[in-house]
C-alpha cells in the first residue's frame, strides 16, 4: 500500500507541476508528497523528477512511468467505485442454504419485502436437508435451527421462536390401526422419520420428552398425552412427525 500512496503522489506532483500545487489538489501536504516521491525514486533505483527552487518536470523515465502509469490508476479508481458502489446500494448474488422446512415457514415472510427494498440483490435459495459447511461451499448465509448451529458461527435470530409440529395420521390409517392416546403407542404404529442425508433418524420431540419409532431401531418411550390431531384429507398414509 506504500508503494500505491507513493506512485499516487508522484502522478499528483507530476500532473502538476510542483509540490504544492499537487498538494493543494489533492487534499494533501507538500511535505507528505515530498517525503513520498523521493521514496519511490529510491525504491526505484531512478531520478523520475527534474527539480529546481522554480519548477518541477518530469525526467524521461518519469516520463514513461506516467504514462504507464495513468492507465493503471485509472483501472485502479473504477475498481474501487464499484466495491463503493456496495457499501450505498447492496446488489448482486446472495446465496443461501436453508433447511426445507425454513424454506417452507420462514422465507416467504421475510424474502419479499427485503427483495423490495433491495431490488439489486440476485437471491439464490438452497434448500436441502443435508448439513454443510456454508462457508466451505461458498454460501453467503445460511440458516440453521439452533441445535444445528455451529458454535463459531455469528448468528441473528428470524422467523417465529417457537415452532411446533404434529404427529398426524389420515382417517384411513386411524381406522385401521387405531387412534394413539400416548406418545408410547406409537413404537407399535408405522411412522415416517425423517433424517439427514448422513446422520441418524430424527427422534419426534413431545413436551415432556421424544420418542424415536423407527422399525429395527432403539426407542424410549415418555409420559405425556397426545392431544387429538386435526381432520385430515383422505388417504391412506401411516403417521408423519
Not at 493543494?24 to 523520475?48: H, N
Request: with cysteine; net charge positive; hydrophobic share 40%.
Amino acid at each position: 500500500m506504500d508503494e500505491f500512496a507513493d506512485l499516487t503522489a508522484f502522478r499528483a506532483v507530476a500532473r502538476e507541476g510542483g509540490f504544492r500545487s499537487a498538494a493543494g489538489a489533492t487534499g494533501s501536504s507538500a511535505s507528505r508528497l515530498g517525503d513520498a516521491v523521493p521514496r519511490l525514486e529510491a525504491r526505484m533505483g531512478v531520478r523520475l523528477l527534474q527539480r529546481t527552487t522554480r519548477s518541477v518536470t518530469l525526467t524521461e523515465a518519469g516520463a514513461r512511468l506516467l504514462e504507464r502509469l495513468e492507465p493503471a490508476l485509472s483501472e485502479v479508481r473504477s475498481a474501487l467505485d464499484v466495491v463503493n458502489d456496495f457499501r450505498g446500494r447492496p446488489s448482486g448474488r446472495l446465496r443461501l442454504n436453508v433447511p426445507i422446512a425454513a424454506a417452507r415457514l420462514v422465507l416467504p415472510r421475510i424474502v419479499p419485502p427485503f427483495l423490495a427494498k433491495y431490488p439489486d440483490i440476485r437471491m439464490e435459495v438452497i434448500a436441502e436437508e443435508r448439513l454443510v459447511d456454508v462457508v466451505a461451499e461458498g454460501y453467503d448465509v445460511g440458516i440453521r435451527y439452533e441445535e444445528r448451529l455451529a458454535q463459531d458461527m455469528v448468528a441473528v435470530p428470524i422467523g417465529p421462536r417457537v415452532q411446533r409440529f404434529a404427529a398426524a395420521a389420515s382417517p384411513e390409517y386411524l381406522a385401521r390401526r387405531g387412534r394413539p392416546r400416548h406418545p408410547r403407542e406409537l413404537l407399535n404404529h408405522d411412522c415416517l422419520g425423517g433424517r439427514f442425508t448422513h446422520g441418524p433418524l430424527h427422534a419426534w420431540e413431545f413436551a415432556h420428552g421424544w420418542c424415536q419409532p423407527a422399525p429395527g431401531a432403539s426407542a424410549t418411550p415418555v409420559p405425556g398425552v397426545l392431544r387429538p390431531p386435526p381432520p385430515l384429507p383422505t388417504g391412506p398414509s401411516p403417521l408423519l412427525p
